[in-house]
């Protein structure tokens, strides 16, 4: 039987954590960045964390992908299951579970056939939602007082905006400025729309009748950020009628389906925007002048009417013929009707008095009286039974106040009582406080007296310096600065002394001088 090999000893002993980190640098340092181009899969959105993690494959291979939440945040192009991307990272490994990993910094899209199809499924959920319907979008205003541009400020769709305005009809514009491609250029876009639907009626800024959001041709990813979600919710929410302008003719973006309107170039815009001020005063002429002839035939016909309708008015002699004749056969009938008028009150005054004897009056004066009688007894009664429950009442709420009034009270002076105490309590806080305040206050201050005290130049006059100052009481720092005949102002310690500069300082005398103050000498020529 053959023997077995020996053990190799000599070999050198790692650790896990050892051999991961070797592993580790190894695979860092031979690849670093790199690009790969694979389909997602796995997605399921960020994680709670924020960061994303998911794999990278093709026909025969995977590997791990993961995008922290800070990167993933500043990415314009989110990642999403199945789609093919091109993956700009650094490749990795994570000891955790021995696999090797790219941590994705940039993301996009693997050509234009995978950019459409976003596109497509974007369109689908954005349209499922109803931001596309046709009964949500509103009417433009026939004739705009003020029209905000959302565009680049420096391209020429904005000069050609303002430059087909001002042929067919000026108005007014206001011009948000974004950046039309790009990073952030989608939510630079979306703010503009948002910002100009947030400006008051009546404001400084006078807000938009209506809004043009327009751009140059480009490619479909220069095109891009007006496919995002942000932009076209909120040209859909925009309570300001909208024409979307992107590109040529040929260009279509998700924007043009929220938009109100779609125009297929900017010029095109301006023109759906207001008519041509030339063909409106034409017509308004025309307009005019076919007024002018309706209102001359409608009068000359009303004209003939009113004659027509005078040849057949009869004449007033005519017209009163009748009524005078009515009126002279009243007038003849008038006194025989006041007689018997008279006659028949006369015979009706009579049989009433008839019935207006004295003794039927006292009747009914007594039978007036009977009644008065019984009613003042029954008003008697019922006064006295009403101010007999009145006073049981008031006695009753009379006891209730009573009582009410003596716990109140009782109430009161408990609480004045807990006051008093509280009030005492706090008056000894609050002296204690103050106290302890005073001293604190009273310690600190002793503390920066000491302190201004050591910092003070008075201590450095008492160890024998002095302070020179000019006639202003101004600091004299060189002696260069010092002329002959200058008023000097000197102060020691104990005191303040005048003295007058007699010449120009120079480097000979300056070691005199110190030996002069070295031999104690007293101050000294300071020059």
């Known amino acids: 039987m053959p023997a077995s090999p020996e053990p190799l000893v000599n070999l050198a002993e790692y650790t896990v954590s050892e051999l991961s980190s070797a592993l580790k640098r190894t695979v860092e340092d031979a690849y670093g960045h790199v690009r790969v181009r694979g389909e997602i899969s796995g997605f399921r959105g960020p994680h709670a964390s924020g960061h994303c993690y998911f794999a990278l494959k093709d026909e ?8 922290w939440r800070g990167v993933h945040g500043r990415m314009r192009f989110k990642p999403q299951e199945g789609l093919e991307v091109i993956a700009t990272g650094k490749l990795t490994t994570y000891p955790g579970s021995s696999k090797y990993q790219i941590v994705i910094e940039a993301l996009e899209p693997a050509g ?3 950019l459409m199809a976003l596109m497509e499924e974007r369109k689908k959920k954005l349209a499922a939602e109803g931001l596309f319907d046709e009964a949500r979008k509103q009417l433009l205003p026939w004739l705009p007082e003020v029209i905000g541009v959302v565009t680049s400020p420096t391209g020429a769709v904005i000069r050609d905006i303002l430059h087909r305005l001002a042929d067919r009809f000026p108005r007014r514009v206001l011009v948000w400025p974004v950046r039309v491609q790009g990073e952030g250029s989608a939510e630079q876009i979306a703010a503009a729309i948002d910002g100009f ?17 327009a751009r140059g041709g480009g490619s479909l990813e220069d095109l891009w950020a007006f496919n995002e979600e942000i932009v076209v919710r909120a040209a859909a929410a925009s309570m300001i009628p909208l024409i979307s302008a992107v590109g040529h003719e040929t260009d279509v973006t998700l924007i043009d389906f929220a938009a109100d309107r779609r125009a297929p170039t900017p010029t095109a815009a301006a023109e759906m925007a207001v008519p041509v001020r030339a063909e409106l005063a034409v017509e308004v002429g025309t307009l005019a002048r076919r007024i002018m002839l309706c209102w001359q035939r409608a009068q000359e016909g009303r004209r003939t009417e009113l004659r027509s309708a005078a040849r057949a008015l009869s004449t007033p002699e005519s017209l009163l013929a009748l009524p005078r004749q009515r009126l002279d056969q009243a007038a003849s009938a008038l006194p025989r009707a006041l007689r018997a008028n008279t006659h028949l009150h006369d015979r009706r005054l009579s049989r009433v008095a008839a019935f207006l004897t004295v003794r039927t009056l006292k009747g009914q004066i007594a039978h007036a009286d ?15 039974v009403q101010t007999r429950a009145r006073r049981e009442r008031l006695g ?3 006891a209730r106040l009573s009582a009410a009034l003596r716990a109140n009270a009782s109430a009161h002076r408990q609480r004045l009582t807990a006051e008093r105490t509280r009030v005492e309590r706090l008056g000894g806080d609050a ?11 009273r310690r600190r201050l002793a503390h920066l007296g000491q302190v201004l005290e050591a910092l003070s130049y008075r201590n450095v006059l008492a160890r024998g310096f002095a302070l020179v100052r000019d006639a202003h009481g101004a600091p004299l720092r060189s002696a260069a600065g010092v002329a002959a005949g200058t008023r000097l102002d000197i102060e020691f310690a104990d005191g303040h002394l005048g003295a007058t500069a007699d010449g120009t300082p120079s480097s000979t005398t300056r070691p005199a001088a110190r030996r002069e103050r070295k031999s104690g000498g007293g101050q000294g020529d300071l020059f």
């Open 396 to 398: 009753g709420w009379n």
């Open 370 to 384: 009977d009644r008065l009688r019984h009613l003042a007894g029954r008003a008697a009664r019922c006064l006295s």
């Open 60 to 67: 025969s291979a995977k590997i791990e992908a993961v995008i």
């Open 431 to 441: 002296t204690r406080c103050m106290r302890s305040t005073i001293d604190e206050r």
């Open 112 to 114: 234009v056939g995978a």
């Open 197 to 213: 639907n947030a400006l008051a009626e009546g404001g400084d800024t006078p807000r938009p009748d209506l809004l043009i959001v």
